[in-house]
């Protein structure tokens, strides 16, 4: 069994900032590419950023320049800075990571979402 448990997620004042933490645990081999997807009300699930095993980067157009992603591979941890909120940036956030499980063989493993709040 593989679980990804996810928090930082809550209230954010208008140009705050919030920190989202997404840690993998179970019957781990490797962890491949981790990422951060978001839904808002009445809106498809959308990636916001990802990050590979060797620390590749990328991010949807609309945070580049406020949100940074990174990853401890000891703590099989991926994290969302998140600067400069605005209220668009409202949804639920997911984590998600592709993993090699010593079980199951590798597929996609989900968090259960945290909210993130721009008031």
């Known amino acids: 069994q593989v679980q990804l448990v996810e928090s930082g997620g809550g209230l954010a004042q208008p140009g705050g900032s919030l920190r989202l933490s997404c840690a993998a645990s179970?019957?781990?081999?490797?962890?491949?590419?981790m990422g951060w997807f978001r839904q808002a009300p009445g809106k498809q699930r959308e990636l916001v950023a990802s990050i590979t095993s060797g620390g590749s980067t990328n991010y949807v157009d609309a945070v580049k320049g406020r949100f940074l992603i990174s990853r401890d591979a000891a703590k099989n941890t991926v994290y969302l800075q998140m600067n400069s909120l605005k209220p668009e940036d409202t949804a639920v956030y997911y984590c998600?990571?592709?993993?090699?499980?010593?079980?199951?063989?590798?597929?996609?493993?989900w968090g259960q979402g945290t909210q993130v709040t721009h008031y």
């Open positions: 179970g019957s781990i081999f490797r962890i491949y590419a």
């Open positions: 998600n990571a592709n993993i090699l499980s010593t079980s199951v063989g590798t597929r996609d493993y």
